[in-house]
């Protein structure tokens, strides 16, 4: 984005708006100063594998919109937990987690993810 490239949000949807690249974006949710939404924080990491923008228009330009996408939602203690399409257990009957084990799987900005956790308003990837 050019340097004096003004973000303007809607007003509606988005109510606030800034330039970031996916890694800012991505960390500043970890530390709870941007809240991103699931489909977001699954958008910027899929961002982070584009060196540039010529890079991601290539990509784009090679591959069509694909199957939908149907995450799974499953309520935690003081949260939820999202089980993505490609984890290996989207389709087991019965997935519990524990706040513990929760808190200790929180992963790094960059790491793939397969699940996001929501806790205490910010959702967090989370490992397998």
């Known amino acids: 984005v050019p340097a004096d490239q003004e973000c303007s949000p809607d007003k509606r949807e988005t109510t606030h708006g800034?330039?970031?690249?996916?890694?800012?974006?991505?960390a500043a949710n970890l530390r709870g100063?941007?809240?991103?939404?699931?489909?977001?924080?699954?958008?910027?990491?899929?961002l982070l594998q584009h060196k540039t923008l010529n890079e991601l228009q290539d990509d784009v330009g090679r591959r069509g919109w694909g199957d939908p996408r149907l995450p799974r939602v499953l309520p935690v203690e003081k949260g939820?937990?999202?089980?993505?399409?490609?984890?290996?257990?989207?389709?087991?009957?019965?997935?519990?987690f524990d706040l513990a084990s929760l808190k200790k799987r929180v992963?790094?900005?960059?790491?793939?993810?397969?699940?996001l956790w929501l806790y205490e308003g910010i959702w967090r990837p989370v490992a397998v």
């Open 18 to 26: 800034i330039w970031v690249t996916p890694e800012q974006g991505l």
């Open 33 to 46: 100063e941007i809240p991103l939404s699931p489909p977001t924080l699954v958008t910027l990491q899929e």
């Open 80 to 96: 939820a937990v999202i089980l993505e399409p490609w984890d290996p257990m989207i389709h087991e009957k019965e997935v519990k």
């Open 107 to 115: 992963l790094p900005v960059g790491e793939p993810f397969s699940r």
